[in-house]
């Protein structure tokens, strides 16, 4: 079973910068594509960015495209989610989410808040 934990969130003003980590455990062998959802109040979890193993590809919603940056880090076994230009409705619990052949894990959040 793949863990995840979730880090950097936090609150910063709009325009500012994040950057959120997260670090998966032992097995990763199995993980064909790392994904970053997102959560605001009220609101289903959504889409946000993924990057394959293989490849890597990557693909962004709409709404983030051009501020956002899924990236990774294989020998930390670490994919990262550089998050600029932010905006008050960027604001959400952001998971990490592994997906595998056969199932798909998801970390515990971690919250970003914009100011306006």
């Known amino acids: 079973q793949v863990r995840l934990v979730e880090s950097g969130g936090g609150l910063v003003q709009t325009g500012g910068s994040l950057r959120l980590s997260c670090a998966a455990s032992?097995?990763?062998?199995?993980?064909?594509?790392m994904r970053w959802f997102r959560q605001a109040p009220g609101n289903e979890r959504v889409f946000v960015a993924s990057?394959?193993?293989?490849?890597?590809?990557?693909s962004y919603a709409d709404s983030v495209k051009g501020r956002f940056t899924i990236s990774r880090d294989n020998a930390k076994n670490t994919v990262y989610l550089q998050m600029n230009s932010l905006k008050p409705e960027d604001t959400a619990v952001y998971y990490c989410?592994?997906?595998?052949?056969?199932?798909?894990?998801w970390g515990q959040g971690t919250q970003v808040t914009v100011s306006s």
């Open positions: 989410s592994a997906l595998t052949s056969y199932s798909t894990y």
């Open positions: 032992e097995p990763t062998f199995s993980i064909v594509a």
């Open positions: 990057i394959t193993e293989s490849d890597p590809t990557t």
